[in-house]
């Protein structure tokens, strides 16, 4: 890997790290979100700065080059952030229909108890 491509990987990593950082400090990103965001940052940094590992996994693993292995990985990590993030909006979905119901029963329940004591 070139130095140019270092030096911009790194950078890259850097910038993300701190655009996380900021989005937290604006209350736009919930902190344990932006952990995990910000370990994906840190682990692309410490691929840049140390590409002999990224070289040498895919030579183990049998990759014909370093660049495919990382697409896989990072397409693979990814993959595991969406499902989770299906999973939270699934459970938040379940939560949004429920309290509905309740705040339903709850509105009838006053109105009868309005018409009864009239």
Do not use: C
Not at 6 to 18: C, D, E, G, K, P
Not at 19 to 37: E, G, K, T
Request: charged share 15%; net charge positive; glycine share 2%.
């Amino acid at each position: 890997m070139n130095i140019e491509l270092r030096i911009l990987l790194i950078a890259a990593s850097v910038l993300t790290m701190v655009f996380f950082l900021w989005q937290i400090r604006a209350h736009r990103l919930q902190i344990q979100y932006a952990i995990s965001w910000s370990l994906f940052s840190l682990f692309l940094l410490l691929l840049s700065i140390f590409p002999s590992v990224v070289s040498f996994t895919s030579e183990l693993l049998g990759f014909q080059s370093p660049a495919g292995f990382i697409y896989v990985l990072v397409i693979f990590i990814l993959l595991i952030k969406q499902f989770t993030a299906t999973i939270k909006l699934s459970e938040m979905d379940r939560k949004i229909v429920e309290l509905t119901q309740y705040n339903a029963i709850r509105e009838n329940q006053n109105s009868s108890k309005k018409t009864n004591g009239n």
